[in-house]
């Protein structure tokens, strides 16, 4: 986990010592002084004893706290629950998840596909049109920011995805990202989550749509990587909100480490003030970086976030992260106090049954025992989870509930 930052260690010191000077004991109050006269009874209205006064308190800084996922990625076999028993139930998937986003503040996930609806055909990959329940689920699990621009936005056409915005519209207890009905929808959209006083804004863009091109009337459709509009666009809400959030949809698949577009992108966001970026993409873990700014803020990136859910091959793509941040007001702006990345496990068995997503903190060697990917001679176990981890998130790496535990 990366610690508090000096100047918020202040901030703290400061409050404890204003409360702790609130809390000093009053003199005692002196006895009223006793008549001269012996005789004189003593008046029957003085108190004999203090009515207790209230507690006084220090006011609680203003803070909030965000998780983010990376990417729920139904594969066929990932599906196949509904297709065996016609279910469509997929809140199990999410069980071990649900604690952890219900318990933040705000929760956001990448879904990677579209959710355009039965009438177009529910379809994997390469061309994806995942079931509207996996939305439901999502909600259901406590996610409450949902990104919708991938590279598989515009797998199955125009029309899917503007069955993607009505579906999300119809649930204003959740904000989506990225995709647009029109181009004066995405002029007057702002999202901005207000949270114990903090407003938190959101944009996000994806790198591509898999050699796709956005029709030329509606170029708006699907918010892509392209610095000249982000620009306007980060510039326009920066002002509007105390902290900004930038998801990004980037970076080479399987890659461990960023490349050099991402960093770029980093700086890019950075110089135009983004508190945080959330990535994913990648399929796996990559690193997170403190970028110092100008104006004498961080921003924190989460390169990538790797996978939520999926059924790849790679015994390195079941691992995922779910990232945790808190920050908190203070004089100068809002300050993270506490972030880091949560390794998660996507756990299937044989027969694609039994997916289940766990913080890596409960996963065991006996439920390892049993995923697919075990059964089909490969090497998953805890340790191997946790020296992939450790190797590729280092300091940031959390292993414990960080809405259950003290900070270590
Ligand atoms: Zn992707």
Sequence with gaps: MIQIRPDLMALLLFISVVFSACLKPQPATEPAPVSDTATAPAPDTAPTTLAPEPLPTAPLPDDFTIIAVGDNLYHETVMKLFLNDNSFDFAPYYQF????????????????????????????????????????????????????????????????????????????????????????????????VERNNIKVGFLSYAYGLNGLILPADRPYLISLIDTEVMAKEIDA?????????????????????????????????????????????PHVLQPVEVLPRADGGLTYCFYSLGNFISSQ?????????????????????????????????????????????????????????????????NEISTAFFKSLAARVLGDALIDHNPYKEATP
């Design 97 to 192: 998840i649900q604690p952890l986003a219900k318990a933040a503040d705000i929760a956001f996930v990448n879904q990677e596909t579209i959710l355009g609806g039965k009438e177009f055909g529910f379809s994997a990959y390469p061309s994806f049109n995942t079931p509207q329940e996996v939305g439901v689920a999502l909600i259901g699990a406590g996610f409450n920011v949902i990104n919708q621009a991938t590279n598989h936005t515009l797998d199955r056409g125009v029309k899917p995805v503007l069955a993607t915005i009505d579906f999300w519209d119809k649930r204003p207890e959740v904000d989506y990202l990225g995709i647009f009905p029109s181009q004066e929808t995405r002029d007057a959209k702002q999202v901005i």
């Design 313 to 377: 091959m790679p015994n390195t793509t079941m691992l995922g992260g779910m990232m945790y941040l808190k920050a908190q007001r203070a004089d100068n702006g809002i300050h993270v106090v506490e972030s880091g990345v949560i390794p998660l496990v996507t756990h299937f068995e044989a027969g694609s049954v039994n997916f289940r997503i766990y913080p890596l903190y409960e996963y065991t060697n006996e439920l390892a025992a049993k995923h697919l990917r075990n059964t089909e001679g």
């Design 237 to 281: 809400l920066r002002p509007l909100c105390d902290y900004l959030v930038v998801s990004m949809h980037w970076g080479v698949e399987y890659e461990f480490q960023q490349n050099k577009r991402q960093e770029t992108l980093a700086r890019f966001l950075a110089d135009h003030n983004v508190d945080l970026v959330i990535g994913h993409h």
